[in-house]
């Protein structure tokens, strides 16, 4: 039973990639350097939309995100509260059920 999961699951995606990946086995007029040259422009665009969300998204965060100081405060700390009492109040605090 094993098998049968291992071979559908991984033996054969990974035989599908392999063989439609490869130029000589889906079509063997297209040489393998004209192959090469897609793969690459289609990683170049790739890479250049990277670049351009990660542009635009730092140019936003920049100019239309507000800065929001945070002030700590010992009562807003997360740490583990040392009796029943303290834990109770805490969680009346933060969810506000006064």
Avoid: H
């Avoid at 039973?1 to 007029?29: D, R």
């Avoid at 990683?43 to 969300?53: D, E, N, R, T, Y």
């Avoid at 730092?58 to 583990?80: C, G, P, Q």
């Amino acid at each position: 039973m094993k098998n049968k999961y291992i071979f559908q699951k991984f033996i054969i995606p990974v035989a599908v990639i392999i063989f439609t990946a490869l130029p000589g086995f889906c079509s063997p007029s297209v040489p393998i350097k004209q192959t090469a040259i897609k793969f690459l422009l289609a990683m170049g665009g790739v890479a250049l939309s990277s670049f351009i969300i990660f542009a635009g998204l730092s140019l936003y965060n920049t100019f239309f995100v507000e800065r929001k100081a945070i002030k700590f405060n010992k009562e807003d700390s997360l740490s583990t509260p040392e009796t029943v009492d303290d834990a109770v109040n805490f969680f009346i605090r933060k969810n506000k059920l006064r």
